[in-house]
């Protein structure tokens, strides 16, 4: 998952205009023009430089009603080396019982640079993410135990119009619960795979597939597991302001094939990035 979303973007937006104007700009007008680090379901191998903070929300609603939506705010860990971020998601999912609506579990995330940077021809950035339980795993709205996600992000430029990612990633649960309160260890994979054609430095087209493994507690020490394939067609484009304020909507349509059904959402995409300090 990726909320009543609208008041933590303002807040956090609001702090960061107030102080736009009085920060150095952190890239170049022929830089800040591009959309770079915009995937939707994806991670690209970019941290955020030093002073610019991004905000990012989404919402994905399926056809039979189910939807989530999410927030997600990265900032700089002094340099661009190191990243934190956290995610907080809302979600409507129709249970075995009935429609269930709340939050769901709270991701806090640390990204690594490896190699490169968004300047480079390659750039490689694994990412740690502790997966809090905040949701109630009784209406599946949540895991029921503390989790543990890796994710290693690839970024390569391909020419000078196509850019594509690369995701392999497992999340680890000691000891997820069901609806019912029995326990057992989960264990999930995730590969993903995106090509971005950059259309114009301010309107890209995008396609991103994502395998994922998952398991669910049907027991007590008992798991199931499912995997599902997902190709999501979209496109992104951006509007870059004063104070270097660069505002990038985008839309998508996740269809996910499972093993017994094809299902189709929709995807919709709002990022805010822009200086917060002045970079040293």
Known sequence: ??????????????????????????????????????????EEAYNQEEGIVQHISSFQRSRGGDWVASFTQEWPLLRQTHQLSYSVYYARVDSDTAPHTGLGDLALNYRYQLAGSGDSKFACAPRL?????TGDQRKDLGAGGVGFQVNVAMSTVLSEKLIMHTNVGGTWNPRAKDAQGDAASTLGWNLGQSFIWLAR????FLVEAIWNQAQ??????????????????????AWNRPGGL???????????VGADRTAASVFVYLSFEHPMWEAR
């Open 201 to 204: 430095n301010d309107l890209n």
């Open 246 to 256: 660069q505002i990038v909507p985008g839309i998508a349509v996740p269809i996910a």
């Open 1 to 42: 998952m990726r909320k009543g979303v609208l008041l933590p973007v303002l807040s956090g937006i609001l702090g960061g205009l107030l102080h736009a104007d009085g920060a150095r700009a952190q890239k170049g007008a022929a830089e800040i023009a591009s959309i770079q680090d915009n995937s939707f379901l994806m």
């Open 129 to 133: 993410s502790v997966l809090f339980p």
């Open 216 to 237: 669910a507690v049907v027991g007590g020490g008992q798991v199931s597991a499912s995997h599902a394939l997902t190709v999501s067609p979209g496109f992104r484009w």
